[in-house]
């Protein structure tokens, strides 16, 4: 098993904690560091798999560069929309996911 | 049900992610190697390290697009900033003060030797323009820097100027031949200098994203 | 068993530790830290795939800017005093 397929496969369990936490946490912040850990495992699946007989890829390399950048920029966005939506109800949790607990305690 | 539901997205996440492991373990060897189509066209390309060929020239439409999406990721953040008055800067503990003096412009130079090493060897419009936003938090934390939400004219021109540059130099080169084809004489210095102006843009937006979104602390 | 191979597996379950960690600790601030703990061995991850100019952004950006950004926004939401999840 070369290292590119290994560092493959922890891209692809990182992408499954990413996802899981994405999905299944209500806090928006640790949605955000969910997403930022599924795009750090996409990455690695990227890279790992393009050099998963040894070699050393430029391309997928130039595209995770890419990647990283725009991730950035995708979670500062996200986090100036999230203290919006704190200003603006007073909890940094999605109305729906609130409403959702709200049911589940009555 | 609602108590089962993370389990359950916990358990689906799983059962993907060794379905992922199972299909990159059965892949077939390489159908496409580009790795020696680069090699191959690096000597036309302007610089000597592939991946700097790649980004600026191979695939420079890509990064032409990215420099867009992070201006426009800066717009959205400025326009949820709330006040517009400029946040003034509460200086710190001067020990930070005078590491933020000493660093800030040594942090410039490394930005600098980035940006020009990055034809021959690992650095970049990236690498560099991470380092100058990384300067300018530390000033902003060290309270010589005042957060803004209304930047003023020159501020806003070196926040434009690398997608302008860029794009000046793609429609200059259109009339020779396809999109950001460079002619092979041309090469070497039209990347510098796109490379020089997305430094300076890319640094100033993402220290832009930074203190556009914190506010001063009482 | 190589070094390599020793020092892969060694990252990769420190990655994935840290990654887990980062969304279920109750704190908040913990893990934020832990993101950027995640950043930093996203790098050394990216230098043993042969990629010094990712290892590069991911330091500076990734784990740097990303985490500075992070932190303040749960500086900020502690400043409200908002009951965390």
Partial sequence: ?106 | MRRVLPVVIVALAALLGVALAAAMLALPPHAVRLPDDVAANIAVSGVAHPITAVLLNFRGYDTLLEIAVLLLALFGVLALVKSHAARAAHPAHPLLQTLARLLAPLMVLVAGYLLWVGASAPGGAFQAGAVLAAAGVLLRLAGLLPAWAAPALLLRVGLVLGLLVFIAVAAAVLGHATLLTYPPALAGGLILTIEAALTLSIGLTLAALYLASTEVRP | MSAALAFDLLIIAALVWSAARALIVADLFRGVVLFIVFGLLMALAWARLGAPDIALAEAAIGAGLTGALLLDAVGHLRAKREPEA
């Fill in chain 1, 1 to 106: 098993m070369s290292v590119g397929l290994l560092y493959a496969l922890a891209g692809a369990a990182l992408f499954a904690i990413g996802l899981a936490g994405l999905l299944a946490l209500p806090h928006l912040l640790r949605k955000i560091l969910a997403f930022n850990i599924l795009g750090s495992g996409a990455f690695l699946i990227l890279v790992g798999l393009g050099q998963r007989d040894g070699s050393v890829d430029p391309v997928p390399q130039a595209m995770v560069l890419t990647g990283i950048v725009v991730a950035i920029a995708a979670t500062a966005l996200a986090l100036a929309l999230a203290r919006q939506l704190l200003e603006l109800t007073g909890r940094m949790q999605l109305p729906e996911d609130r409403a959702d607990a709200e049911t589940d305690d009555a």
